[in-house]
């Protein structure tokens, strides 16, 4: 990162330099020692010697990590790793947008490019365990007291499916766009319905994988994931059969 320049003499911030390399240098720590959250980083003392550098220098580093959101103080602990970084742009972007048929339509297709073209993976990797889990999970939905206790399980239920399929980036990306999925998956969860219809797709999805039926997978996850729609504010869907279809979003 270049140095940035003091206005007042024209010659480098070699501290703003100094906090900057350490801020890489404990990122580079972080990655090769493969901390995760809840981990704690290094004391002070310890990181000064680490990086041949001075303590206040340390801890303007820690401040700027704190700031990102990579780490948060902890009493009697120190500095300890967190997502409040992730955390916080995912609930602004969920904050911010719009629901509507264009949100909604961006969004399922996404998940209607990744979640239909599962089923090769799904099936390789699927085991009698998690075919129980994922029934387990459904079998709570129409029980759900609330459209945002119906969202969190619907939610479960699909994270599941994609946990399943083994993709690790997949299922961190789909971890990312929970509180965005959810928030459009709350749509109609207030109706008891509605959560019927969503047991019995989901239903549908896996007895499609119980019975390596492709084209019955496909079929039911599309139907399932346009559903919701006519609970858009803005939708305009003809013909009322349609709109009886609707609601397993």
Known sequence: MPARMNTASDLPDTKASAVDEVVMQIRAMIRDRHMGIGDVLPGEVELAEMFATSRGTIREAIRTLKAYGIAESRQKLGAVLTDGHNTAMQDLFAFAMEVSTDAFQDIQGFRR????????????????????RLDAINAAIPAATSADEASERDFA???ALVSAAGNRTLTQTYGMLQPVIRRLMMAGKT??????????????IVEALRSHDRIGFAYHMDRHLSAGLVFMPDARIPGSRQSEEMGRA
Do not use: G, I, Y
């Open 157 to 159: 239920f699909h994270m």
């Open 113 to 132: 490019l990744t979640e239909m073209n599962l089923f090769d993976l799904l099936v390789a990797h699927l085991d009698a365990e998690t075919l129980a």
């Open 191 to 204: 109706k008891r319905s509605t959560l019927d219809h969503v047991f019995a797709e989901h239903q549908a």
